[in-house]
């Protein structure tokens, strides 16, 4: 059967402001290997050619790229929709004017808790850029969603996390579980407890229809536990629990830093 690529997450740098402990790909400097701005533009010929629907530019932080708003445009002329995920500390009033003139379609902004856990597993201070962040994202015709990655410290957190974000407007907020891997191998205590996941589900559950936040899950959340099954036949008009299959090698790739597109999204 022939899949036609549809997405890709680009690592367009590996460089970071940040070093959270619970970042999968334990980024802080740039490699030496990543693409020169004229090589990722060729890229996103490339790309366009092969047909590619969106691509989000990530890293790293990709607002530390020089021209991430260049590579987004070059994505756009190529008919591919160019997103943005990011820690938020960069976006100002004109870092988020340049993604607008960019055509971005939506920013993700990474957010891992209440203000003082959020901060002490990723930097001082940056809860607060992420809230101004959203206030100057709202300004532009930009889309604003929210990732949180599902730790010990934040599980509780998340039905006061939720109203946050509906208060700063966000549109989409995407869920999915801090894994051990890159710094969260050495944060074992971070990574949430497999029991958790029932009391998860229940509770975007008991959320998800109060809001006006569409709450996703990624793939790594829920496999069709009782609650699931009960919630699908009640309401087959929503798609939170529509799990259809792994997009991985068919649809959904990933590109390095370096270029290799990869089929598969890790
Ligand atoms: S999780 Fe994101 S913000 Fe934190 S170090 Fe990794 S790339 Fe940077």
Redesign the pocket.
């Known amino acids: 059967m022939d899949f036609k690529p549809e997405a890709a997450v680009w690592n367009i740098t ?1 460089r ?5 402990k ?7 400097s740039a490699y030496s290997d990543e693409l020169a701005t004229n090589e990722a533009f060729r890229l996103c010929d490339k790309i366009g050619s092969m047909g590619f629907s969106s691509i989000t530019l ?4 990709p607002t530390t790229h020089p021209d991430w708003d260049l590579i987004a445009l070059r994505l756009h002329v190529n008919n591919v929709m160019p997103n943005l995920i990011s ?1 938020g ?1 960069f976006i100002d009033g004109s870092v988020a004017q340049r993604a607008a003139r960019a055509n971005i379609n939506t920013i993700t902004i ?1 957010i891992e808790g209440l203000e003082e856990t959020h901060d002490e597993i ?1 930097m001082p201070g940056s809860f607060e850029r992420i809230m101004n962040a959203f206030t100057e994202i709202k300004k532009t015709p930009v889309h604003l969603s929210a990732s949180t990655t599902i730790h010990s410290g934040n599980i509780r957190q998340l039905p006061e996390l939720l109203r946050i974000l509906e208060n700063n407007g966000v549109e989409v907020w995407k869920l999915q579980l801090d894994l051990p891997m ?2 969260m191998a050495e944060n074992h205590d971070l990574v949430a407890d497999p029991s958790c996941m029932d009391a998860i589900i229940a509770l975007v559950n008991l959320y998800y229809k109060k809001t006006t936040v569409d709450i996703q899950f990624s793939d790594c959340i829920g496999y069709y536990n009782v609650k699931e099954i009960e919630d699908r036949q009640k309401k087959n008009h929503t798609t939170l629990y529509e799990w259809n299959e792994c997009g991985a090698v068919k649809t959904s790739m990933r590109i390095l830093h370096n270029g290799e597109i990869l089929k598969c999204t890790p």
């Open positions: 590996m970071c402001n940040m070093h959270c619970n970042c999968g790909s334990a980024c802080t990530s890293g790293g932080e820690n500390w990474c990723r890159g710094t």
